[in-house]
């Protein structure tokens, strides 16, 4: 699986962006994708995810209320549009899809400047 990222870039606190996520490949219909992010100095973490199942989703609680994760099932596309951005939202984000095995996008940069 080969996952292709886009749509980073630098806003101001209280801006917006929106990320896309293209996977292409051996994809099965169970599969999962989300996105994770390193901001400077720390681990990378779980942002959020769809599965495409039962369409839930998941959101870490930093994000919760401000970020929305959807996707076309149909195009293998993720996308999260992240809203109210804060400059700790600073990071690589990082496209990532599961089914049996895990994949990992290039990654995207965000700047969020106060």
């Known amino acids: 699986v080969q996952l292709q990222a886009f749509g980073g870039g630098s806003v101001q606190a209280g801006g917006s962006l929106r990320l896309s996520c293209a996977a292409s490949?051996?994809?099965?219909?169970?599969?999962?994708m989300g996105w994770f992010r390193q901001t400077p100095g720390k681990e990378r973490e779980f942002v959020a995810r769809?599965?495409?199942?039962?369409?839930?989703?998941a959101y870490s609680n930093s994000v919760e209320d401000r970020f929305a994760i959807s996707g076309d099932k149909a195009k293998n596309m993720v996308y999260l549009q992240m809203n109210s951005l804060k400059p700790e939202d600073t990071g690589i984000y990082y496209c990532?899809?599961?089914?049996?095995?895990?994949?990992w996008g290039q990654g995207t940069e965000v700047t969020v400047s106060s």
């Open positions: 490949g051996q994809i099965s219909s169970s599969h999962q």
């Open positions: 769809i599965k495409w199942s039962d369409q839930s989703r």
């Open positions: 990532w899809f599961f089914s049996q095995w895990q994949y």
